[in-house]
């Protein structure tokens, strides 16, 4: 069974960056998809960024189109999602997820998640 463990969450300004890493295990990862999904309070779960295990292709979320950057270590078996210009709407819980099959920005496709980590961007 594959286990993701994400970290790298934390207290924020706004305007200012963090990089959130998922690590994860268990399980031979190419054709697997990794996403990054956000949930705020009183709020849905959303789709934020994906990669692909292998290859190049990487998918985002227009609300965080050109300030997030998806990215991956396979040698580490870790992704990132490095956060930049950061505002306060982008505070949330954040959560890595992976699936096999290619329906990157939907949520009930994901198989596995990490347990999450919290984002916090003060004004």
């Known amino acids: 069974q594959v286990q993701l463990v994400e970290s790298g969450g934390g207290l924020v300004q706004a305007g200012g960056s963090l990089r959130l890493s998922c690590a994860a295990s268990?399980?031979?990862?190419?054709?697997?998809?990794l996403g990054w999904f956000r949930q705020a309070p009183g709020r849905e779960r959303e789709f934020v960024a994906a990669?692909?295990?292998?290859?190049?292709?990487?998918y985002y979320a227009d609300s965080v189109k050109g300030r997030f950057t998806i990215s991956r270590d396979n040698a580490k078996n870790t992704a990132y999602l490095q956060m930049n210009s950061l505002k306060s709407e982008d505070t949330a819980v954040y959560y890595c997820?992976?699936?096999?099959?290619?329906?990157?920005?939907?949520?009930?496709?994901?198989?596995?998640w990490g347990q999450g980590t919290q984002v916090t961007v003060s004004s």
């Open positions: 997820a992976a699936q096999i099959g290619s329906s990157y920005s939907t949520a009930s496709r994901y198989n596995y």
């Open positions: 990669i692909m295990w292998t290859g190049s292709s990487t």
């Open positions: 268990g399980g031979t990862f190419s054709s697997y998809v």
